[in-house]
């Protein structure tokens, strides 16, 4: 009955959000090293909807939940409080929808899944600008806001930003109360980090680190894609991806991720 089961709660529901739980869990997964980190988001999202769907029962068909959880409960894994101040707890955030306030939501999220009060550290991945211009300071400063106000309620230890060149990094550092803590640069597009950031960050103290996420790691068609293939039949073109959080728990004093792991909310858009 499983996917019948799952396609009727998702016609009815108005929010998908859905937890893979600790990914070093997922014997399957293990055993598999994907080409790229979009493979893998894809990958997690279609084993996630397939082993939550085969679990829902018929007489779920009949209830109407206006926020769906997809999680998968043996990969669920909180932290244990004794061992927090052991493990650094990490995310990087990946806006799809252009709303700053889904940032809130993903780390109340995050912070619940993994049983914890606050996050270490959180980098911001702002949607791609529309139209193709670049990325400026305004664009930027409404989530920036978010999480300074995240910040300010301790929700979030440091905060740091993903792709910004040395101009739009100190245009962000000049006026920002909480200044980023970090930068990453996409070793795809510069095999050498560029000389006037560098000098910038050493001067103020930023961390720069190196990642190979694409621009989008989660495109909204590529979603709907995934959704159809698990759960068949479903309006899959109605959910729109607002976000993605990446996390990770590495244990501090030997440097290794005990947990790993992606949250993901999308919404329905019945129109």
């Not at 994907?34 to 779920?60: F, H, N």
């Not at 960050?201 to 894609?225: R, V, Y």
């Amino acid at each position: 009955m499983g996917t019948d089961g799952a396609r009727g709660l998702l016609e009815r529901a108005a929010t998908l959000t859905l937890q893979t739980g600790n990914l070093l869990n997922w014997g399957c997964l293990r055993k598999k090293c994907p080409a790229t980190p979009g493979e893998e988001v894809r990958d997690c999202i279609q084993k996630t909807l397939t082993e939550w769907s085969s679990k829902i029962g018929q007489d779920l068909n009949q209830e109407i939940l206006e926020v769906l959880e997809c999680t998968v409960a043996q990969a669920i894994e909180k932290i244990n409080p004794e061992e927090r101040d052991e493990l650094k707890v990490s995310a990087k955030l990946f806006i799809v929808g252009s709303n700053s306030s889904s940032i809130r939501d993903a780390v109340d999220l995050a912070c619940s899944a993994l049983g914890v009060a606050q996050l270490d550290s959180v980098i911001i991945a702002p949607p791609p600008a529309e139209d193709g211009t670049s990325l400026s300071l305004e664009y930027l400063q409404p989530y920036w806001q978010e999480l300074e106000t995240l910040v300010q309620n301790k929700k979030i230890v440091a905060i740091g930003t993903s792709d910004l060149d040395k101009m739009l990094l100190e245009q962000l550092y000049l006026w920002a109360q909480v200044k980023p803590s970090s930068n990453q640069v996409n070793l795809a597009s510069c095999c050498v980090m560029p000389p006037d950031l560098t000098a910038f960050a050493k001067q103020f103290d930023i961390q720069l680190l190196t990642h190979n996420d694409p621009k989008e790691l989660l495109c909204e068609a590529s979603f709907q894609e995934v959704l159809q293939e698990s759960i068949q039949n479903t309006k899959a073109h109605e959910w729109i991806p607002l976000w993605l959080l990446r996390y990770s728990v590495i244990v501090k004093s030997r440097g290794i991720i005990k947990s790993k792991g992606y949250i993901i909310q999308a919404k329905r858009n019945a129109s």
